[in-house]
């Protein structure tokens, strides 16, 4: 099966069979479920031995102690997914083709279409306009279809407030789950940092799922140009000859940041080019997980 051009995925108005159609091109039959054992729960210590995965390690445990101990968890069968999604305007970029947040919205759905599917629980948090948006972590396919309408009914506009957002998704999660976020990550990127290392210390699974254009990643203008800030309204003249080379070393570093800080912090990474079939990023994307 051809996996389907972003563009022709992105102009299908059906979230739903935009879903099911991503979720078919995985061709995920028969590998493990990506979601399941990560609704484990505590059970218990046993002394570190070498070749322990160092992120089950209790420091706390050791500063009173002196001693290494790993934390074992009990899997369940299913784990809740929270949906995290930036509605942004810089989420609108680009205003042609297909943009940040079409793209984000796509693979949200496609990601809480296996979730369900698999019989996990899957919830969304949002803002917009200032206003939280949020739909619990439930299973079943009358619950997805009314995440889809939600997730349809938002919009990339004006600023939103990451880490209240995530930190607020995170505390509503029931039990150790997965919080998902989507996100170009430009915004206030100190405090949302500090708040997803927060919530994997809480115990969660976390994914940064940074979703990028080639048009942003590249600077592909050939003249001069005037760019405009998306949330700011800010304007700036820019000479792409002059400024191209400086613009992709700083582009290049910010995501080597942000794949680096999520690395560091035993958070999974993934980037999202919109320009990449959303089923082929998708799965390139689970492999990995």
Same mark, same amino acid.
């Given at each position: 099966?051809?996996?389907?051009?972003?563009?022709?995925? %992105?102009?299908?108005? +059906?979230?739903?069979?935009?879903?099911?159609?991503?979720?078919?091109?995985?061709?995920?039959?028969?590998?493990?479920?990506?979601?399941?054992?990560?609704?484990a729960?505590?059970?218990?210590?046993?002394?570190?031995r070498a070749?322990? /995965?160092?992120?089950?390690?209790?420091?706390?445990?050791?500063?009173?102690?002196?001693r290494l101990?790993?934390?074992?968890?009990?899997?369940? !069968?299913n784990?809740?997914?929270?949906?995290?999604?930036?509605?942004?305007?810089?989420?609108?970029?680009?205003? *042609?083709?297909?943009?940040?947040?079409?793209?984000?919205?796509?693979?949200?759905?496609?990601?809480a279409y296996?979730?369900s599917?698999?019989?996990?629980?899957?919830?969304l948090?949002?803002?917009?306009?200032?206003?939280?948006?949020?739909?619990? %972590?439930?299973?079943?396919?009358?619950?997805?279809?009314?995440?889809?309408?939600?997730? +349809?009914?938002?919009? %990339?506009?004006? !600023?939103?407030?990451?880490?209240?957002?995530?930190?607020?998704?995170?505390?509503?999660?029931?039990?150790?789950?997965?919080?998902?976020?989507?996100?170009?990550?430009?915004?206030?990127?100190?405090?949302t940092?500090?708040?997803?290392?927060?919530?994997?210390?809480?115990?969660?699974?976390?994914?940064?799922?940074?979703?990028?254009?080639?048009?942003?990643?590249?600077?592909?203008? *050939?003249s001069?140009?005037?760019?405009?800030?998306?949330?700011?309204?800010?304007?700036?003249?820019?000479?792409?000859? *002059?400024?191209?080379a400086?613009?992709?070393?700083?582009? !290049?570093?910010?995501l080597?940041?942000?794949?680096?800080?999520?690395?560091?912090?035993?958070?999974?990474?993934?980037?999202? /080019? *919109?320009?990449d079939?959303?089923?082929?990023?998708?799965?390139d994307?689970?492999?990995?997980?």
């Amino acid at each position: 099966m051809t996996a389907l051009s972003p563009e022709v995925v %992105a102009a299908i108005d +059906d979230l739903e069979l935009v879903a099911r159609l991503v979720v078919e091109g995985l061709r995920v039959g028969g590998h493990r479920s990506p979601f399941h054992g990560h609704g484990a729960e505590f059970q218990q210590h046993r002394p570190y031995r070498a070749g322990d /995965d160092l992120k089950y390690l209790d420091w706390k445990v050791y500063a009173r102690s002196n001693r290494l101990y790993t934390r074992q968890f009990r899997e369940t !069968t299913n784990v809740s997914v929270m949906l995290v999604l930036d509605t942004s305007a810089s989420m609108a970029f680009p205003e *042609t083709g297909v943009s940040k947040f079409r793209y984000a919205c796509i693979v949200a759905a496609a990601l809480a279409y296996l979730a369900s599917e698999q019989g996990n629980a899957v919830g969304l948090m949002s803002m917009t306009h200032g206003q939280m948006v949020y739909l619990p %972590a439930r299973s079943g396919r009358v619950h997805l279809r009314a995440l889809l309408a939600r997730l +349809d009914g938002l919009r %990339a506009e004006g !600023t939103w407030q990451p880490a209240t957002v995530i930190g607020r998704a995170a505390e509503l999660l029931q039990r150790r789950g997965l919080l998902m976020v989507l996100s170009d990550f430009y915004d206030d990127e100190s405090a949302t940092q500090r708040e997803l290392r927060h919530v994997v210390q809480r115990g969660h699974d976390v994914a940064m799922l940074q979703v990028v254009s080639r048009e942003e990643r590249a600077l592909t203008f *050939t003249s001069q140009v005037e760019l405009r800030d998306l949330e700011s309204g800010e304007r700036r003249l820019l000479e792409p000859s *002059t400024a191209a080379a400086a613009y992709r070393e700083s582009m !290049t570093t910010f995501l080597a940041g942000c794949r680096s800080f999520a690395q560091h912090e035993g958070m999974d990474y993934g980037l999202l /080019d *919109t320009g990449d079939a959303p089923s082929r990023a998708l799965r390139d994307y689970l492999v990995h997980r």
